[in-house]
């Protein structure tokens, strides 16, 4: 009983700790377990961050991802292997499995070596393509690092991304995938195999910004995907090195900053959208919350409540700039698409609201909330009503309807004039010609 409580205390602190919203247990597939100590500040930054971290070769008997069904790790991280396979139970199906079951993976590739046949199988299967010569790198003569890479011109020199600050620069040595970018390469950047002569103009099949240094897939159940182009940029060297520019100064690299961002962002620690209370009702007082039926012509209020995940607790969740989360309201094709506006504010949510008028239409109708943007998970909700038409005594009456009053009023106006003609004609004495007549007969 007492190891019983001890195993449930453990889970229930893994659980706090971890900062992950999809748990802490990481497994890191590394085939040499003496470049360990390369990724050492990698390592402690994920520990101290509530990673469980277990390491394991491809090649090893107890490497499994399931377990009686079950996922055994919450998320995986592929350091880039130097065999042409990643073992049995790395197969591209199993890792396929294991993002259908909500795993969320990171897969470093290098600029060092050849991509294996395996890890290229498993990215086709999500649509991701590598270059066709897979020993390829990215190469810019303009944006290198004059320090490390003097000759070759392999170490790219890049400004951060999107939200990131750009004012500091990040080092890639890059197999460089063409799909869902979070970080392009420059634009006078090609594909090149150093091992080869230097490719004329024809012969090169990427340039610029097709060429995607760190690449994302979001599956449809939110399950994340990252391909990170050079492994080499995770190393300890590469956390805190200087570089310099050709023509600039020398600054330190931000890829410390820029690895946890990536990991956090692929592990579910960011960007996680979670929906809390939904509530539809009548535009009155008191009314009845979530009610399965409503009438035509009704003014109806819709709140939704969203909250993001940020590393370690959930906050309130502000939609992007010139962007909206919109409500439908659809029989088989949307009557209302309404921007969903901010009504209220909680410590760890938003409230998003919208009042409309059911449409003239009885049936079926969704309230149905879709938003799907690149590097936040999914929200799909949909919630049916019954809309009726008017009941007998629902219906509004004649004189309501300013259209009818000449109706009405020509109604009344014969009404009025029969009367009037029946009240002359009982009061109209006859006259005494038709008496004299009468009493001659």
């Not at 706090?16 to 802490?24: D, E, F, M, Q």
């Not at 491809?58 to 350091?79: C, M, N, Q, T, W």
């Not at 944006?143 to 990040?170: C, F, M, W």
């Not at 008191?286 to 009704?298: D, F, W």
Request: hydrophobic letters at 40%; proline letters at 5%.
């Amino acid at each position: 009983m007492r190891w019983c409580l001890a195993l449930l205390l453990c889970c229930l602190l893994a659980a706090v700790n971890a900062l992950s919203s999809s748990g802490s247990r990481l497994l890191v597939v590394q085939e040499d377990s003496t470049e360990k100590s390369l990724y050492s500040k990698l390592w402690a930054d994920l520990e101290s961050r509530g990673y469980d971290l277990t390491f394991e070769s491809p090649k090893s008997d107890k490497l499994a991802l399931f377990e009686h069904g079950e996922r055994v790790y919450d998320h995986l991280l592929i350091l880039p292997p130097k065999a042409k396979g990643l073992g049995p139970s790395l197969t591209p199906k199993h890792i396929l499995d294991f993002l259908q079951k909500d795993g969320n993976i990171l897969l470093a590739l290098s600029g060092k070596s050849a991509t294996s046949s395996a890890i290229s199988s498993l990215l086709i299967e999500l649509d991701i393509h590598l270059s066709t010569d897979r020993s390829a790198v990215a190469v810019d003569h303009f944006n290198y690092d004059t320090i490390s890479a003097a000759e070759k011109h392999d170490v790219l020199l890049l400004q951060r991304p999107g939200s990131l600050r750009p004012d500091v620069k990040a080092f890639f040595d890059a197999t460089p995938p063409l799909l869902a970018p979070i970080l392009r390469a420059p634009v006078t950047a090609y594909g090149y195999n150093p091992k080869e002569e230097i490719p004329s103009a024809e012969d090169i099949q990427a340039t610029g910004s097709q060429l995607s240094l760190v690449s994302a897939l979001q599956a449809r159940n939110s399950a994340r995907f990252t391909v990170l182009g050079s492994a080499e940029a995770l190393e300890d060297q590469w956390f805190s090195a200087s570089v310099k520019a050709p023509g600039g100064k020398k600054t330190s690299t931000v890829n410390q900053e820029f690895a946890k961002q990536l990991t956090a962002w692929t592990f579910k620690e960011t960007g996680v959208l979670k929906v809390g209370k939904i509530q539809h009702h009548l535009a009155t007082e008191h009314a009845e919350r979530n009610p399965k039926i409503y009438r035509v012509k009704n003014e109806t209020v819709f709140e939704i409540e969203v909250s993001e995940y940020a590393y370690d607790k959930y906050v309130p969740f502000e939609v992007p700039a010139g962007d909206e989360l919109q409500l439908e309201f659809t029989m088989l094709s949307p009557f209302h698409r309404l921007a969903l506006q901010p009504v209220r504010r909680t410590e760890t949510s938003t409230v998003y609201g919208a009042q409309f008028v059911t449409p003239d239409q009885h049936g079926i109708f969704s309230f149905r909330v879709n938003y799907k943007r690149p590097f936040l998970t999914n929200i799909e909700e949909k919630h049916e009503v019954t809309v009726r038409h008017f009941a007998h005594d629902e219906y509004t009456r004649s004189w309501a309807i300013s259209g009818g009053w000449v109706w009405i009023a020509g109604l009344w106006s014969v009404i009025g004039g029969f009367l009037a003609f029946v009240v002359v004609w009982l009061y109209s004495a006859p006259s005494s010609a038709a008496n004299a007549i009468k009493k001659t007969q």
